[in-house]
């Protein structure tokens, strides 16, 4: 079983570049929710897609966005950078949404993309 | 306003002994609660977990206890060893959303 992979490993951009950021989830999992941690921080909810739709999100501006595809992989997208984004982006898969029969609360971590805005 | 808190940042245990994580929440909606290990330069990986029907869940080393009308939990490890040497974190799930509150993690040190 494969579990969560996420790429880059490590990124540096410029302040007001663009960055793309890519999950793939584990096999048999539906659901992908990205998190942004900052130094000494827990995990904060940036947003989540279940079968290719956004499903929630948290207290980010609309410059982060999302998509899924068919095969439940997922990209992160964030426009004009500003230096307090730099932080850990953590992907997780989970099966459906822990609220529907059959799915699951356990949400499973990649190992993150660390990105330094300069 | 922090919805989880871990307040302690820090502890330190020495091999073999009890090593006592504590977690309080504020919102009585959250209704499952996770616990995570973090090494450096990796992800956080699922350790256990607890329904808010439950007020102690098992797993080999490790347990959850939930007391639901303080708003606490606490992780266990018993006999704590130095490979359990980590960040580990308190999340809570609850509400339409699907997403994990998390705490900001208490650093644990297993001395040998």
């Known amino acids: 079983e494969t579990g969560v992979t996420q790429s880059p490993t490590h990124l540096i951009k410029t302040r007001g570049q663009q960055v793309t950021l890519r999950c793939s989830s584990q096999?048999?999992?539906?659901?992908v929710s990205w998190y942004q941690q900052a130094l000494g921080q827990g995990p904060q909810f940036i947003f989540q897609y279940y079968r290719e739709e956004e499903n929630g999100r948290g207290n980010f501006p609309p410059r982060f966005s999302g998509l899924q595809f068919p095969n439940y992989s997922s990209e992160l997208n964030v426009n004009a950078l500003e230096l307090d984004d730099s932080a850990l982006y953590l992907c997780a898969s989970s099966i459906g949404q822990g609220r529907i029969p059959g799915s699951s609360y356990e949400q499973y971590f990649g190992p993150g993309t660390r990105l330094t805005v300069t | 306003d922090q919805q989880v808190k871990q307040n302690s940042p820090s502890l330190s245990v020495q091999e073999g002994r009890i090593s006592i994580l504590n977690c309080d929440y504020t919102?009585?909606?959250?209704?499952?609660f996770l616990w995570y290990k973090k090494y450096p330069a990796e992800g956080p990986t699922f350790l256990i977990s607890?329904?808010?029907?439950?007020d102690k869940n098992e797993d080999g080393r490790f347990t959850v206890f939930l007391n639901k009308s303080a708003k606490h939990l606490s992780l266990h490890i018993v006999p704590s060893q130095p490979g359990d040497s980590a960040v580990y974190f308190c999340a809570a799930s609850g509400g339409s959303q699907g997403n994990l509150i998390f705490g900001k993690g208490t650093k644990l040190s297993v001395k040998p």
């Open positions: 096999s048999g999992h539906n659901t």
């Open positions: 919102n009585s909606m959250f209704d499952y």
């Open positions: 607890i329904s808010s029907i439950k």
